[in-house]
């Protein structure tokens, strides 16, 4: 499974784009056809995508493609283009029921035995951005080429009627049911995009709520975004310094038979152990350890 502290969105249409996102350091690089592009660009979408697959070295960025959602008509061309290239992943937008995961599944794996690929080397990431979707997060989640639940924030305030807040109060219990969902299925969670790239200070503040509230990143659409969305969702030295500790204290005391141990006055159990584990295992996402 990729890092995916930030996970950028570049209009799939515009080659010189998703090339020049390729000098950013941008864990994922989503190229887009459906937002990001007007109705009479998807079919160029499509051949730039090709051509950037083909041609590009991606280096340790992953390689996505956002396909247009099940239903528009766009979807059947949008991943029958990419699947012979090989992406690293299929983004699906307004994934309402797991049928949709299916229907690409099976597209998927047809694509992998005809190209000779590893079955389950394109997996899936789907975008929960309906009240439907939400209703249905534990199906969508058990889907077994799925690696990531996305929160598509705008659209699912706008499909509740909720007004957006600097704060995104309004969109609390939504967020912690994607991670919870995530957690529960073995998968990453991504939160929202922010979509006032001017104001980085508001974006950093997101960010860092996100990275504490579970999520393993988060989606931005510009290229000022990408450094402090890897910085909030990065450990710093002094939290790596003590998760070691937790770590190490723990696997110490468990070989003298005791479950818990004090540690700068607190209290450590499996709980604090299990979290410190994260904070390593994102270390090491991030190449500090």
């Given at each position: 499974?990729?890092?995916r502290?930030?996970?950028l969105?570049?209009?799939?249409?515009?080659?010189?784009?998703?090339?020049?996102a390729?000098?950013?350091?941008?864990?994922?690089?989503?190229?887009?056809m459906e937002?990001g592009?007007?109705?009479?660009?998807?079919?160029?979408?499509?051949?730039?995508?090709?051509?950037?697959?083909?041609?590009?070295d991606?280096?340790?960025?992953?390689?996505?493609?956002?396909?247009?959602?099940?239903?528009?008509?766009?979807?059947?061309?949008?991943?029958?283009?990419?699947?012979?290239?090989?992406p690293?992943?299929?983004?699906?937008?307004?994934?309402?029921?797991?049928?949709?995961?299916?229907w690409?599944?099976?597209?998927?794996?047809?694509?992998e035995?005809?190209?000779?690929?590893?079955?389950?080397?394109?997996?899936?990431?789907?975008?929960?951005?309906?009240p439907?979707?939400?209703?249905?997060l534990?199906?969508?989640?058990?889907?077994?080429?799925l690696?990531?639940?996305?929160?598509g924030?705008?659209?699912?305030?706008?499909?509740?009627?909720?007004?957006?807040?600097?704060?995104?109060a309004?969109?609390?219990?939504?967020?912690?049911?994607?991670?919870?969902?995530?957690?529960a299925?073995?998968?990453?969670?991504i939160?929202?995009?922010?979509i006032?790239?001017?104001?980085?200070?508001?974006?950093?503040?997101?960010?860092?709520?996100?990275?504490?509230?579970?999520?393993?990143?988060?989606?931005?659409?510009?290229?000022a975004?990408?450094?402090?969305?890897?910085?909030?969702?990065?450990?710093?030295?002094?939290s790596i310094?003590?998760?070691?500790?937790?770590?190490?204290?723990?696997?110490?005391?468990?070989k003298?038979?005791?479950?818990?141990?004090?540690?700068?006055?607190?209290?450590i159990d499996?709980?604090?152990?299990?979290?410190?584990?994260?904070?390593?295992?994102?270390?090491?996402?991030?190449?500090?350890?």
């Open positions: 499974m990729h890092s502290r930030a996970l969105y570049v209009p799939g249409d515009d080659y010189i784009k998703i090339n020049k390729l000098t950013f350091g941008v864990d994922s690089i989503c190229m887009d937002d592009v007007a109705l009479s660009r998807k079919a160029q979408a499509r051949l730039e995508i090709a051509r950037a697959l083909i041609n590009l991606f280096g340790q960025s992953e390689k996505l493609a956002r396909i247009n959602a099940v239903g528009t008509g766009y979807e059947l061309d949008d991943i029958r283009a990419m699947l012979p290239h090989h690293d992943g299929i983004v699906i937008p307004k994934v309402e029921e797991k049928k949709q995961l299916d690409a599944d099976e597209l998927i794996k047809s694509a035995l005809e190209h000779g690929m590893p079955l389950l080397s394109i997996r899936l990431l789907a975008c929960i951005e309906t439907r979707g939400m209703l249905n534990n199906e969508i989640a058990s889907h077994p080429r690696d990531a639940l996305i929160f924030g705008e659209d699912y305030a706008a499909a509740i009627g909720a007004t957006r807040t600097s704060d995104a309004e969109l609390m219990v939504a967020r912690q049911q994607v991670i919870m969902a995530a957690a299925f073995n998968l990453q969670s939160d929202m995009v922010n006032d790239f001017s104001h980085l200070k508001s974006l950093r503040n997101e960010a860092l709520i996100g990275a504490r509230l579970g999520f393993a990143g988060k989606q931005i659409i510009h290229p975004q990408v450094e402090p969305v890897q910085l909030a969702f990065t450990p710093d030295e002094a310094t003590k998760a070691r500790l937790i770590v190490d204290g723990f696997e110490g005391y468990q003298i038979g005791k479950g818990v141990f004090v540690l700068d006055g607190k209290m499996k709980p604090l152990v299990r979290n410190a584990e994260r904070v390593l295992e994102r270390a090491r996402a991030a190449g500090l350890i």
